[in-house]
């Protein structure tokens, strides 16, 4: 997991502090819901485990799960994010 939210700051940013922060705004907001997407749906990590490492209740990981999927088709600059850090992932 560590090795995402490292993938994380270096593609957009984003700290593990800016992850698990209550800031709802964008871009951070997707940023986080892409970060559990690829914790829960790629690499299968419980969701339990995904809500506990972002400081988030264990639904909003279904949430993140169940959005990736409509996201990945409908919002094109969420799946640019999502290939730039499956890249920045494959790299390490």
Do not use: C, W
Not at 36 to 55: E, N, Q, W
Not at 67 to 76: C, P, Q, S, V
């Amino acid at each position: 997991m560590e090795r995402v939210a490292t993938a994380a700051l270096e593609v957009f940013g984003a700290t593990y502090h800016d992850l698990t922060k209550k800031d709802r705004t964008e871009p951070l907001a997707s940023v986080r819901g892409l970060v559990g997407a690829v914790l829960y749906v790629d690499m299968k990590i419980s969701r339990d485990d995904v809500a506990a490492f972002l400081h988030r209740n264990p639904t909003l990981v279904t949430v993140y799960g169940q959005n990736h999927a409509d996201r990945m088709i409908t919002d094109r600059r969420y799946q640019k994010s999502y290939h730039a850090l499956k890249s920045k992932l494959e790299e390490k």
